[in-house]
């Protein structure tokens, strides 16, 4: 089974950037999407974006515009470039891989920290 490791999370003020980084080991070449989901304390787990292997990409509504998904299969990784980003950005951001079916082909990873703050 492919293991994805998330990284990139950090402290950053509100309205700053940050880019996190999701990387599949052995190959994510046959994995049809790469999920990037969010969890806040208290909240549930939320859709962010995902992007197929034919570079689709969908967003949920809350980061349409300020988020960007890409991937990069001969790096086996996919990144998410967060801009503008709100203090309800915080939350740790994991990735996980689908098949066209929706199901997960991977296991949820440790995520990694996002924290927007003054």
């Known amino acids: 089974q492919v293991q994805l490791v998330e990284s990139g999370g950090d402290l950053v003020q509100p309205g700053g950037s940050l880019r996190l980084s999701c990387v599949g080991s052995p190959s994510i070449a046959n994995i049809w999407s790469i999920d990037w989901y969010r969890e806040a304390p208290g909240k549930q787990r939320e859709f962010v974006a995902t992007?197929?292997?034919?570079?689709?990409?969908n967003y949920g509504d809350s980061v349409k515009g300020r988020f960007t998904v890409s991937r990069d299969n001969a790096k086996n990784t996919v990144w998410l470039q967060m801009n503008s980003l709100k203090p309800d950005a915080s939350a740790v951001y994991y990735c996980?891989?689908?098949?066209?079916?929706?199901?997960?082909?991977?296991?949820w990873g440790r995520g990694t920290q996002v924290t927007v703050s003054s």
């Open positions: 992007i197929t292997n034919g570079l689709m990409t």
């Open positions: 996980l891989g689908a098949n066209e079916f929706r199901s997960a082909v991977t296991a």
